[in-house]
């Protein structure tokens, strides 16, 4: 075979095509596939350096932006006289925090109070529940009964001591 | 040649969709052809050129039209994907693989299918070539690249390619006739 034949044997090989439906589905897939980033949009081109250089921009301008917008919070807060208002004055919140202070404290001081208050109860109860208290005792009550005379109800001390204060 | 060509890969750069969606068009049949020679294997032909083709419209930005055409910029990419696919292994060639359409405009059945069982043929045999001989041959005769064109997309001078495609004329003969 000569070598033009061989060349025009190759050449039958344009008749493979890929398919319509291959073509149509991979060109709506390519075209669908979004690109990762705009090179308009990239400081500097690509590769493994760039892209570091461009992470480090990005960072660099980031922290400067939030330097901005706290530093400018600082210069409106300073200049715009808003520290002279009352509530906002330094004396005026140390006076306020003394005063929440003291109010703790006192509100520490009651909260104790009835915690120990209530302990106390608590053990008197529990003492009362256990043994029975002392005026309830009949034979405190009988010996008492006996001392008062019911029969003949004249104190004679009681007497005096209302005659001593009527005259 | 696309009609416009560099104004389309400009409008593309520049991200117009519809404008690589013309590009695709264009190369599509060439670039599939040259990956399918390679692999012999429809099903990964497929894959692989999607990929390249993927690749391509990513990296499109980096495509500068005063180092080669586009055309062959487009081969680099399709060669390169099928190298990283095969990572430095050829793939296996065997008649049983190779399947293939082709589109012979309205031919008999029969003359269809004998064209197609020939080019099947004659795919397994160019399969027994080097890889760089077969790129020159289907660069230079399917997809008629200039010298120029083809040193480009295989990364070679001219006087190279002219040297490959010899050889690979003259080994490609023996093959067919030890057939």
Known sequence: ?167 | MLEDEQKTIKKAQDGEVEAFGLLYEHYLPKIYRFVLIKVSQREEAEDLTHQAFLKAWENIEQYNPKGYSFGSWLYRIARNTVIDHYRGERPQVSLDDVSIDIKAGGAPLTEEINAKIELERLIELMGKLKSLEQEVLVMRFVDDLSPKEVAKAIDKSEGAVKLIQHRALKSLKEILENE
Do not use: C
């Not at chain 1, 039958?12 to 990762?36: C, F, M, Q, T, V």
């Not at chain 1, 990239?42 to 400067?64: C, D, H, P």
């Not at chain 1, 330097?67 to 330094?90: F, Q, R």
């Not at chain 1, 009362?128 to 004679?156: G, M, R, V």
């Open chain 1, 1 to 167: 075979m000569s070598e033009e034949k061989l060349i025009e044997k190759i050449k039958e090989l344009r008749l493979i095509k890929p398919s319509d439906e291959y073509a149509r589905i991979g060109r709506l897939a390519i075209l669908s596939h979004s690109k990762r980033l705009n090179s308009k949009w990239e400081l500097v081109g690509k590769g493994f350096f760039a892209e570091s250089l461009n992470f480090a921009f990005s960072t660099v301008f980031a922290a400067l932006f939030l330097v901005l917008m706290l530093g400018g919070a600082g210069v409106i807060l300073k200049d715009s006289s808003v520290g002279n208002l009352p509530g906002v004055g330094s004396d005026w919140i140390v006076t306020e925090a003394a005063n929440i202070t003291t109010d703790i404290d006192i509100h520490l001081g009651e909260a104790s109070y009835y915690a120990v208050a209530a302990k106390k109860t608590a053990v008197a109860l529990n003492e009362t529940s256990l043994n029975a208290p002392a005026h309830t005792s009949p034979l405190l009550i009988e010996n008492e009964a006996k001392s008062l005379q019911f029969e003949s109800p004249t104190n004679k001390n009681i007497d005096a001591l209302l005659n001593q204060a009527t005259l």
